[in-house]
């Protein structure tokens, strides 16, 4: 007879050495609802602000470094090795991968540990849409060998989710789109934002535009301070902030010297107060080569900011939708320069576009509506596990009985 099952569920995110941001909070929110249904919940996580946050919010911490972002065979061979005789003793039910490495690694590992069930998401591809035809094929190949280890991959916008059957990833029957959703954060922030403007060396009249992001080369920030340095004089100064970390922080923090723009440009660092930055800014500014979804973007359209970013496809789904955006050419800082000026300039037009997103927001992209539709999907694999478990049970009831002493 089958025995009922009384152990709590096991859920485990497998991320590794990514850096705590947009991921790590879709993270936090599949954990709490996980956990809202009294499964046990870990997480692989060796950044220390996402172990931190891990613990915070309640969550098991697995501390186990053996995924790291860098190409390292041996070491990596050596990782997977470790991460597949730890999922072979942790009696997870499911093992849900995030990030590229995280993915291949995480679920080759899950794979050959004989995790019942195994969910990838995409929060986007290593390559962008400029990259050359050999990068796209290089990794969406190894990408098309990892859908093999997983039960279901996740794409984080309509958009990813057609170019990877494009690029023939996967069987359409094993991918989907849950599109990012994000909690109102402006709405929840009870700082003033007159006062975080003055912290942030802004005077009366003049516009914060606001960027957060991985201080990397694929966010595009280059073209965002040449863009500062384009703008022209004129009723409202314009002045840049820009959140987050990175390797390249020093070469940015150079260049704005070197523009002769470091006077209006402030780099603040990593921030968890982003609800109180939007509220303080007057728009948002994506420059970014490539995005999954983004998530500050997302929460820019909650608080109702107006937006200026690049027309990469993920920028344009949401556009689509609704007029809440400018969208410029990647890497065109001169583009990127005329709309914010533009913008500044248009109190009328900005209110129009952050209303836009507002609504664009409310009716496709709150964090609810994403956490139930990865609540769903759980369920529904774990049932087509069940139910197959039970039909081979029930086959083998049923089969003939062999006579004793030997085969017929």
């Keep these: 007879m089958l025995i009922k099952q009384t152990a709590p569920m096991k859920l485990l995110h497998v991320v590794g050495d990514s850096r705590f941001g947009g991921v790590a909070w879709i993270i936090l929110g599949l954990g709490r609802i996980a956990q809202a249904e009294g499964w046990q919940v870990d997480i692989l996580t060796i950044d220390p602000v996402f172990q931190a946050a891990v613990l915070r919010n309640g969550l098991g911490l697995v501390d186990l470094d053996v995924i790291r972002r860098d190409i390292r065979p041996l070491w990596d ?13 942790g009696s997870y039910r499911i093992v849900h991968t995030h990030t590229s490495k995280g993915g291949f690694v995480g679920r080759l590992a899950a794979r050959m540990a004989g995790v019942p069930v195994i969910v990838h998401t995409a929060h986007g591809f290593a390559f962008h849409e400029s990259s050359p035809r050999s990068t796209r094929l290089f990794y969406s190949s190894l990408e098309r060998m990892a859908s093999r280890w997983c039960d279901r991959i996740v794409c984080v916008s309509e958009f990813h989710h057609r170019w990877a059957l494009e690029l023939g990833m996967c069987h359409p029957s094993r991918i989907l789109a ?25 005077k009366a009249g003049d516009a914060i535009v606001l960027s957060m992001a991985r201080l990397a080369g694929d966010k595009g920030l280059q073209y965002l301070i040449e863009a500062a340095a384009m703008i022209r004089p004129g009723a409202r100064t314009a002045r840049l902030v820009i959140g987050g970390d990175g390797p390249d922080r020093a070469r940015l923090e150079d260049m704005t010297r070197r523009l002769g723009v470091a006077d209006r440009v402030r780099f603040l660092g990593f921030r968890q107060d982003v609800g109180d930055l939007l509220r303080a800014c007057d728009l948002v500014a994506l420059p970014s080569l490539r995005e999954g979804l983004s998530m500050f973007l997302l ?6 900011k107006p937006v200026v970013a690049t027309n990469i496809g993920s920028h344009r789904e949401l556009a689509a939708q609704a007029e809440m955006a400018r969208l410029v050419p990647p890497t065109d800082s001169k583009a990127l320069s005329d709309a914010i000026q533009k913008l500044i ?8 576009l952050g209303a836009g997103g507002r609504a664009l927001f409310e009716r496709r992209y709150t ?12 369920r529904e694999l774990l049932e087509s596990k069940r139910g197959a478990a039970r039909r081979v049970y029930a086959g083998a009831a049923h089969a003939p009985r062999q006579p004793e002493g030997g085969v017929l």
């Design 299 to 304: 929460e820019a359209m909650a608080a109702g």
């Design 345 to 352: 300039q248009d109190p009328s037009l900005m209110a129009r």
């Design 77 to 89: 061979l050596k990782g997977l090795v470790r991460l597949r005789d730890f999922l072979r003793k």
């Design 367 to 378: 964090e609810g509506r994403m956490l139930n539709a990865y609540r769903d999907l759980y």
């Design 178 to 202: 849950i599109p990012n959703g994000v909690a109102d954060v402006a709405g929840q922030s009870r700082a003033d934002p007159g006062e975080t403007r003055r912290r942030l060396g802004a």
